[in-house]
């Protein structure tokens, strides 16, 4: 039991080199790196539109994908861009490359997800909530494929990627749209197809800033009692 008289900056800069060590070749993230800085570039990442711009802030500041992750226990976060999980083929037959592998740690132990990025500007479900904007289709297709391979082919994929410690993921989490620009219908679209599809969860990038606003928030009024 580490008591608060020991956790000193030296001791969390020894843990953090400790918990790196874990996962080599992934990017890092905890709870101290929910900054204000953080917030500011998902914002304007987000703003700009292009995915590339996303990805680019998401793997400067990995501990913001774990807002999108239920039940994460925020202990920590490792994430992997950019993993070719299937090669192409030499049929001209595209290869299958999801945005992050990760993995996240908990009192439960480790867990392994798919992370697909979509723009914020495209929501999931189409215009009256009848059903899936073509943005979205596009995304479950990608997201079906990557968990299909995955069931199908978990050696193969451990070995491509070269990362001997992963297993079969819990999920595909699809971070696309926000959920303040969404109307009811479509809101109620995509929590319908959550509820049926316990494999991809649809998640809108405003859980994300919620989060990081909200432990800003309480940082801020702990620092100031």
Known sequence: ????QQITPEYLAKLRT???AQFPGARFGWPADAKTAALDELLR????GREEAIQETLTAHPYAIQYAVDYSGHHGIWAFPKQMIKPSAADGTSGLIPDYLIVTRSSLGYFWYIIELKRFDAQ???ADGTGYSKEGHKALAQCNAYLAHFRDYID???SNVRIPELIQPEGVILLIGDSEKESEAQRQCREDFVRSNPKINVVSYRRIIRGLESDLRVRSQSAGQ
């Open 1 to 4: 039991m580490v008591t608060i």
């Open 18 to 20: 400790e918990l790196v």
């Open 45 to 48: 990442a987000l703003s700009d």
């Open 124 to 126: 999931f479900a189409n």
């Open 156 to 158: 193969t994929v451990r």
